[in-house]
């Protein structure tokens, strides 16, 4: 298997890496928040929590598709017909 695009398949390496560390970073926080949910029935979480529970649910949504776009980048890296595209 040969790169046809090497620009096109470092920005895809790029973009998964960053989408991975997001993924990595943000799901415990998310777990987290969950359980202290779940363990403190009697209390909800506070305003200030739940904006921090909602960010937090934004940025691994961002996470997920950054790593789709960089599956993505270097699918199209082999391809042939975009071989020049960039240049």
Not at 55 to 62: A, C, F, K, T
Request: aromatic letters at 14%.
């Amino acid at each position: 298997m040969e790169i046809k695009n090497q620009t096109l398949f470092f920005i895809g390496i790029i973009v998964l890496i960053l989408g991975i560390l997001i993924i990595i970073f943000d799901y415990p926080q998310i777990q987290y928040l969950e359980n202290y949910e779940k363990t403190e029935s009697n209390y909800r979480l506070n305003m200030e929590q739940f904006s921090i529970y909602q960010r937090l649910l934004i940025e691994i949504s961002v996470g997920t598709g950054l790593f789709i776009a960089g599956i993505g980048l270097l699918a199209v890296s082999f391809l042939k017909r975009f071989e020049n595209r960039l240049r």
